[in-house]
């Protein structure tokens, strides 16, 4: 790509996961616009990030003696802030709130501008508290800093962009402050949401219908969101609720899913939005220096051992989780690796619905998993997925393990050290899926359901395992999908799985080079980045 004469580029998220050590992030959003901000460095890109400067970040959840789950907070202070001296104001709830405004590049990513409430002029510190904590009004309250107060440090910095993308529906209130600019210079609501939908990008992530943010009009009133627009029009841009996705929808130029098959899912989602663009796929794709073991890069060009490389790593995934659960498991034997955010619709504990077939693998040890993963402060349901994985670990204490506090570091030791990684959604509800492209690039073979990012790369038997085969399922219910999915997860794993594993050693070290080979540069933050440009931020 030409970098000179690009446009330049404001992206906005809610989250970024660039380190563990900076808890600005949630989950995968995050981990996408944090290798987003390291891809635009290395490639040198005129882009920037806006976001918010989270005095705790997400939940730290641990997990107590008698396996309950529990949240903490801590605050944080980071010496590698650079303060620009740029404070912005917003009205939320008609009161004047100051943000001041950070600036981030200790991670090898392109600036990012984080906007920071916790400052003595203000009675409300705690906007920028918790990441996705709390309810409707204090979301609402983050939403106008990150928005609004995002495209006004923009101006204060005197940052010069040419297109705004927002990543997800958080940030669409950004919109109403590039229209109120228009309108302030004379021109009237019509074509100031033309020329401003003519400047703005934006990216879906949620598959599920509930997860889309929506909000009642009257408390976006109350809160201050309008930014002087008035309800009428306000109602034009996201309906009424006013919902997030639909607004960034109409308020975009161009609009994208994050895989193919979720491109599928958004139209069929959003196709009774009228005044929208079509919805395109752009498969997200990760940033290598971050997720890739060198030493398997360098055995992989250098034709080297493979197997030898990826034995060392996984003693080192194995000594990390003895030091972190007295656990040890064994070298020789499969270990799977499965983390994931725990929602009912990931099914973390699908492969333990028959125990007369599981039970016999890991008391035997021929099967060995590795869990980790957070449920959401506020979901009762997920903690309780949490819950049942922790009774199966003390129930196989020398086969199950799971690892508290899923975080970056976690992520990338077990995306490089398991043999094996699982993915098993009710699909199509998966929308991307990045840890699996991780591991993949690690020559740790993906073992999963077709849903995400997996239909396009998975050569069944190849490079990884598909396993359920995805279509004609739409007509069954839940309860027969999962029999279904249930059934066809242990065929694979016994059938194809093991029997490549303790059967046939070549052939396993084959579709670790393939799985290598076929994903590191479809599914990198280069290629990612390319279509960003080209079919989005480029006119
Ligand atoms: C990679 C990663 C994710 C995203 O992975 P999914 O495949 O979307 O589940 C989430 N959290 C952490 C800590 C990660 O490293």
Request: glycine share 8%; aromatic share 10%; charged share 25%.
């Amino acid at each position: 790509m030409d970098t000179n004469n690009l446009p330049r580029v404001a992206y906005f998220c809610m989250e970024y996961g660039l380190s563990s050590d900076f808890k600005t992030y949630a989950g995968g959003l995050g981990i996408l616009a944090g290798d987003h901000l390291k891809g635009a460095k290395d490639l040198n890109l005129p882009l920037v990030g806006i976001g918010l400067k989270w005095k705790q970040g997400y939940t730290e959840q641990i997990i107590d003696e008698n396996g309950e789950v529990y949240d903490t907070y801590h605050n944080y202070h980071y010496e590698f802030l650079k303060d620009t001296g740029v404070k912005v104001t917003v009205n939320i709830r008609n009161l004047k709130v100051v943000c001041k405004v950070w600036k981030l590049e200790e991670f090898g990513n392109n600036p990012i501008y984080l906007l920071d409430t916790d400052i003595p002029e203000n009675g409300d510190r705690w906007i920028t508290g918790q990441l996705y904590g709390w309810f409707g009004e204090e979301r609402i309250a983050q939403e106008i800093v990150l928005g609004i107060g995002g495209v006004k440090a923009l101006r204060a910095l005197n940052v010069p962009i040419d297109v705004y993308h927002f990543n997800e529906g958080h940030a669409v209130l950004a919109a109403t402050e590039l229209i109120r600019e228009k309108m302030q210079s004379g021109y009237s609501f019509e074509d100031s949401w033309v020329k401003t939908r003519d400047e703005v990008v934006f990216t879906t992530h949620t598959p599920i219908v509930e997860g889309n943010e929506s909000h009642p009009i009257d408390k976006l009133d109350y809160m201050g969101a309008f930014n002087e627009l008035t309800k009428q029009q306000m109602i034009r841009l996201g309906g009424e609720p006013f919902n997030m996705t639909v607004a960034g929808l109409r308020l975009s130029r161009k609009a994208n899913a994050v895989a193919k098959l979720h491109r599928e899912t958004a139209n069929k989602m959003w196709k009774t939005v009228a005044d929208r663009p079509e919805i395109i796929g752009i498969t997200n794709g990760i940033h290598k220096p971050t997720w890739v073991d060198e030493r398997m890069t360098k055995a992989c060009d250098n034709n080297g051992d493979l197997w030898e490389t990826h034995t060392t790593i996984k003693k080192e995934l194995i000594e990390f989780i003895k030091e972190r659960t007295g656990t040890t498991l064994c070298v020789d034997k499969l270990l799977i690796g499965f983390s994931r955010r725990a929602a009912p619709y990931k099914r973390s504990d699908l492969i333990f619905t028959s125990e007369e077939i599981i039970s016999p693998l890991l008391k035997s040890g021929k099967v060995q998993i590795v869990f980790s993963g957070k449920a959401h402060p506020l979901d009762d349901i997920g903690k309780e997925i949490v819950a049942k994985l922790i009774r199966m670990m003390k129930k196989y204490p020398s086969s199950v393990v799971f690892l508290e506090n899923y975080d970056m570091n976690i992520g990338r030791m077990l995306t490089r050290g398991s043999d094996i990684w699982l993915n098993n959604p009710r699909r199509p509800l998966e929308a991307s899926g990045t840890s699996g492209m991780k591991a993949a690039m690690n020559g740790v073979l993906n073992c999963s359901i077709l849903d995400g990012w997996w239909p396009e790369a998975c050569i069944d038997g190849v490079n990884g395992w598909q396993f359920g085969d995805g279509v004609g399922l739409d007509d069954l219910t839940e309860v027969e999908l999962d029999k279904h999915d249930t059934l066809a997860l242990y065929d694979t794993l016994i059938n194809r799985v093991m029997a490549t594993y303790y059967g046939n050693r070549e052939k396993w070290v084959e579709m670790m080079r393939e799985s290598i080979r076929t994903t590191s540069y479809e599914f990198s933050v280069e290629r990612m980045l390319d279509e960003y440009y080209n079919k989005m931020y480029i006119k």
